[in-house]
């Protein structure tokens, strides 16, 4: 067994907490990255999008054992886990051990959980948990238990609204206290900068389906829509119909549309164990469809309405509807292969995921409205309320939306078509008259110059290393190659020979004399340089002082040079270091990516607003500041081209979060 996505998730980030490490930056895909490396961990590329803090203490307990043997006893605590869930899933249904056995066993994403190492199973345990205790009358329980659930994946948090519609105030405040119990607890051990990421800039994105890459098969409605209607020049550059006012009409109605019946067809005073069942199977079967991000594991927990469904029709002698249940089951969770060619309607046929599980809910609705009880909450307004509110929800989105995705395609006329597609294409540097950036894909970090359009060199250095962060800008190109051994600055045309130890961000001065860098101690960064000629030797200049934690860096000359730095768990600020003022802050707060102009006029960087990061200029003779762009998306790690007029830039438009693409765009006139 090998580490294979995504247990190394988990573990990585609760074993630099419990290391005592800061954890600020921790969704950062090279940060992550790095300290992956430098514990020599054994796969490939990690990252945390989009897992909330919280769920990975889980893992905390096997943090002390290599990660292989933490995975092992991981897979076993799983295993161990299914006895009680079997349990539960028999008391609830009344099925036989053999039947709950045999539903399991059926689960194809049981065993992708297993295989690795993934949440889901314990996430099943915490809903049986919660609906086997609300049907013993354990109302606190299992407002409790849906709040964990919730604090773990989130979409859990729909099962709360049928706590809230049956009136049931006690579990409701159970829900609620433990919810932020679970926050306080997470915040303890993580910092609070961590959450305010997730929350500010991680969620918002998962919610319109960005938080991964969008346009890749999946069982998704969001995913759908986005290879059907929506553009992308490098991963959608044809879609069926290009039209973002369909999508912002289909997207949030369609949802909604979805998850409207499971919430209105809910009766507080119907009591009967059956009628519970089903309100609970349509939630939670309502959820795992409208979800923006469902993998294979995630329909593990399909095993709870399936096990309700097929209780019912063995009771009624349904043979027929219980093999067509047993082939849904099936469809639902047997791995099939990703379409070819360009996208469209037919398209979903080889996705039968989505159809079956719209299939599954449409079926759970029927039963819910043939058994419906007669006479029961003739005078229950709320449902009125409900309605008025979901149709708000679905003009606000509508709108929300149809703006958001015009807005970001105006980022596309200034995208540069790039060679080597990776997930991400970040860090670009003006390069002997081309583009050099950073290429992140399932292979790792790499090098790639590219010079005129579309025409790439082979990517730098040995393929065994990654390449974080990196510099073309002076006598030769430098990068962080990170490894067990630590980061170390070399030359990736021969990386065995390290030049500063403990170092990334290599930056070079005007002159190329000195060379300046970023040395991390348990993962808060101190600004250094030192001269070129000695970089090999001896112990660096600081010219940050204690107490920053260094983002980034901008560098001109030892006595002229700007960084982005947090104090505590404030947000990140720029510093600059002038003649007449050393590292005062320049007002820039919520701002990150400084790049100093080469004549040392112009500052360009990033500024976060409303959750995303924009770019903006400073004048360092006027001090007069203004927005280079106003999109809702990013748009970070700006570098000057030579002619000091125009920015090379990564920016996420139409993308995933911090999956960026290449742009350029003239910023001076």
Known sequence: MTLNTDFPNYYMSARLAHEGFDTSRMYEWPWIEREKDHRGVDIRVIGLLPITPFSTLAVWPLVWLPPLTAKHLWILFNLALLIPIGCMLRSIAGLSYQRVALILALSFPLQRNLLFGQFYIVLLFLIVAACWSYLRGHRA????????????????????????????????????????????????????????????????????????????????????LHCLLLSEPQWNPHPWQDSPLAYALLAPASQMLLLAPAILMIRKRAASRQRILLEWSALLTAALTISTIPASYNFVLIALPICVLAAVMIEKKQRGSLIALAAIYLGIGFPMPSPHGPPGPLWLLYEPRLPLMLILLAWIYFRMWRDRPAGLDARDWSRYAWAAAMLASVVLGTRSTLHRERDERLEYAYRLPVAAQGFANAQPQSFRGGVLYSAFSFDGYRLVAQKGSGRSSPSFGDASYDYLSFTGLGRQVLAEKASVAGSQIVDPHDPLHSLVQNARDPMYSKDANTLAYIQDERGRGRLLSRSVATADSGAGRALSPEGYNVFEASFLSPTEYAFSAVQGSEEPRIYLEETSRLHSPVRLSDARYPALSPDGRWLAYSHLEQGY????????????????????????????????????YGTDCGRSIWFTAVARRQVIP
């Open 141 to 224: 329980r299992a407002g409790a238990l849906i709040a964990l659930a919730a604090a773990c994946k989130v979409f859990p948090v729909l099962l709360l609204l049928f706590i809230l519609q049956r009136r049931d105030w006690r579990a409701l405040v159970a829900g609620i206290v433990t919810g932020l119990a679970a926050v306080v607890a997470s915040i303890s051990v993580f910092g609070l900068a961590a959450h305010r990421t997730w929350l500010e800039e991680i969620l918002p994105w998962v919610m319109h389906g960005e938080g991964l890459q969008p346009y890749a098969p999946a069982a998704s409605i969001t995913g759908v």
């Open 613 to 648: 990061w924009n770019l903006w200029l400073l004048n360092r003779d006027t001090g007069q500041r203004r927005r280079i762009a106003d999109v809702p998306c990013n748009q970070i790690e700006p570098s000057w081209e030579p002619d000091v007029k125009t920015l090379l």
